[in-house]
């Protein structure tokens, strides 16, 4: 599916850093590749959040080279395949996404979902194995951050929120993050909202977090607070002087 050409399905950045941090982007590019011909949408539709996380690519590589970490992106559209959603869910290959329509997922034979997921999928988890599987051998401390953002209005209700701490059996990083943050008065901050991290509904923090025991914390930042890079850095130094605190209590 993808040619020579085209990018590689994921980016490391920092790689091999020695923090005890590692950060994850699932949707932090909103590439598709030439084969699926844009899956029948316009550009502005590629632009929009149905295909990625909006601001959050260039606030994560703010944030590794604050916490002097690395950082794992994916760096095509979630509309080829959501790399945090199991591959059995519906929403792995959305036939629509909010109230948009998906041509080019419409007739996704077994073969093509076989390959979107070798070509997209696999090397993404891949890396994210790796470098914990490295980790571990070096006996590095290890805590996962999975960094998304969410639109401000979804399905035309308001999100009050400016930022959520999601979190699933092991909330052991997340509570104390959500209370650094909850300090700030001039944040409103959800917990579990305005999502939850559920076995059906996720893949990075079910399999590569709570499946190690390594501690960890799913971020959601609303996109309009980091659409820009002035936004970006304001959220990725909060987050840099927050993260470690909020680590440094679970010792």
């Not at 950045?13 to 029948?40: C, E, M």
């Not at 571990?136 to 209005?153: E, K, M, N, R, Y």
Request: glycine residues 6%; neutral net charge.
């Amino acid at each position: 599916m993808l040619a020579p050409d085209e990018p590689a399905p994921v980016s490391a950045y920092n790689y091999q850093g020695k923090s005890s941090f590692l950060l994850v982007a699932d949707h932090a590019g909103n590439l598709i590749p030439r084969a699926l011909g844009r899956l029948g949408l316009t550009e502005t539709d590629c632009k929009r959040h149905i295909a990625w996380d909006i601001g959050i690519a260039g606030l994560a590589r703010l944030l590794a080279d604050q916490l002097k970490t690395n950082l794992i992106e994916q760096n095509y559209s979630r509309l080829v395949i959501d790399c945090n959603r199991p591959l059995d869910a519906a929403a792995s290959i959305a036939n629509i996404s909010e109230d948009t329509t998906i041509p080019g997922n419409a007739h996704v034979s077994n073969q093509d979902r076989k390959t979107r997921t070798r070509e997209i999928f696999e090397p993404y988890h891949a890396q994210i194995a790796a470098e914990l599987d490295r980790r571990q051998g070096a006996s590095l401390p290890t805590a996962l951050i999975s960094l998304h953002s969410f639109a401000p209005v979804f399905k035309g209700v308001s999100r009050p929120w400016h930022a959520g701490v999601l979190y699933n059996r092991d909330p052991r990083l997340a509570r104390p993050l959500l209370a650094l943050l909850n300090a700030d008065d001039d944040l409103l901050v959800g917990d579990n909202a305005p999502y939850v991290v559920s076995d059906a509904t996720d893949y990075t923090i079910p399999v590569h977090g709570e499946r190690r025991g390594l501690p960890h914390a799913l971020v959601e930042i609303r996109q309009d607070l980091i659409e820009h890079e002035g936004g970006q850095r304001e959220w990725a130094l909060r987050l840099a002087r927050l993260l470690p605190k909020a680590y440094k209590s679970l010792r």
